[in-house]
């Protein structure tokens, strides 16, 4: 976790760390084991300029791997990460990518986080009650109190719940809320929210660059 571990009280993850090996002794649980964490080593705190925020990893086979909403090259696009790029396409007119590894957004600034970092195989939300709630809103709550501006998308009820967390905080801050990206509720108001273009003029605005939202193809 690299310079997280000085920024964050991390002695509740012992108890969940524990919880999620027993679950793993009894059932598939996502992300595999060791990449609970990889948002973390990806961006680190001063790098963060974005935070967009998720309910949980996903848990079909083959398809979590340690950033929200991201997959490995390869891997078939989820629904949810096919939105996603709808939605991107069409708010700045970035080519639809051919693969979803958000990789390279998270090397640039975006802290792809869910408020659940781990889950069963099969079961939506089925770690909600681990303490990874409580973790990731500490989480949340220390990077509202860093200095640099920081744009915050929220996507889906679990997400929007952590909006509390920041209302406090000094530094310039964008505040997005939508729907999932999931099929399920995409139509509700996720698709026409623009916002990539939304934080790239807020970054722009607070004197950061802009993101640069573009992926290999490969």
């Given amino acids: 976790m690299g310079a997280w571990e000085q920024l964050l009280?991390?002695?509740?993850?012992?108890n969940i760390l524990?919880?999620?090996?027993?679950?793993r002794e009894h059932a598939v649980v996502y992300p595999p084991a060791g990449r609970e964490f990889f948002a973390f080593s990806c961006t680190q705190p001063s790098a963060v300029r974005v935070v967009i925020l998720g309910q949980d990893p996903y848990h079909e086979p083959g398809q979590a791997m340690g950033l929200a909403f991201s997959v490995a090259k390869g891997t078939r696009l989820p629904p949810s990460l096919r939105n996603i790029f709808r939605e991107l396409t069409a708010?700045?007119?970035?080519?639809?990518?051919a693969q979803g590894d958000l990789t390279p957004w998270a090397s640039r600034g975006v802290?792809?986080?869910?408020?659940?970092?781990?889950?069963?195989?099969?079961?939506?939300?089925?770690?909600?009650?681990?303490g990874w709630q409580e973790f990731t809103d500490m989480v949340i709550a220390k990077i509202a109190?860093?200095?640099?501006?920081i744009a915050f998308v929220l996507w889906g009820a679990q997400a929007q719940k952590k909006a509390a967390l920041l209302r406090e905080?000094?530094?310039?801050?964008?505040?997005l809320h939508a729907p999932h990206p999931s099929p399920l509720s995409s139509?509700?108001?996720?698709?026409?929210?623009?916002?990539?273009?939304?934080i790239n003029e807020f970054l722009l605005q607070n004197g950061e660059q802009a993101i640069d939202w573009t992926l290999g193809n490969r």
């Fill in 169 to 175: 905080s000094t530094a310039p801050r964008l505040l």
């Fill in 18 to 23: 524990q919880r999620v090996a027993l679950a």
């Fill in 9 to 14: 009280d991390t002695q509740q993850l012992p």
């Fill in 145 to 149: 109190a860093l200095p640099q501006p």
């Fill in 187 to 198: 139509y509700r108001g996720f698709f026409g929210s623009r916002p990539f273009s939304k």
């Fill in 91 to 97: 708010d700045i007119g970035v080519a639809t990518p």
């Fill in 111 to 130: 802290l792809l986080l869910n408020t659940v970092l781990s889950v069963e195989s099969g079961k939506a939300n089925s770690h909600a009650d681990y």
